[in-house]
């Protein structure tokens, strides 16, 4: 299984065709996992019909070096990111 790690902040207005996207591949042995960066945005509003789909992860905005513990904190396996 592939881990997709979408790192989000303040980007609500593409996180649904970016979803929609990685839904289309034709490889499936995936988990989608989007990080909210603290984002101010309707971020968690536009999740809303993927929710049975992917893992949601929200913390406080901390920029890449926290973004990326989360990562390893919950997909020590191969990943793949999205940015």
Aim: charged fraction near 25%.
């Amino acid at each position: 299984m592939i881990s997709v790690i979408i790192p989000v902040y303040n980007r609500a207005k593409y996180i649904a065709v970016c979803l929609e996207s990685i839904f289309r591949q034709t490889y499936t042995d995936f988990e989608i996992l989007v990080v909210n960066d603290g984002s101010t945005d309707d971020l968690e509003e536009v999740l809303i019909p993927f929710a049975d789909k992917i893992r949601y992860f929200s913390k406080p905005n901390g920029g890449g070096c926290q973004r990326e513990e989360c990562w390893h904190r919950e997909c020590p396996r191969r990943i793949c990111c999205v940015s």
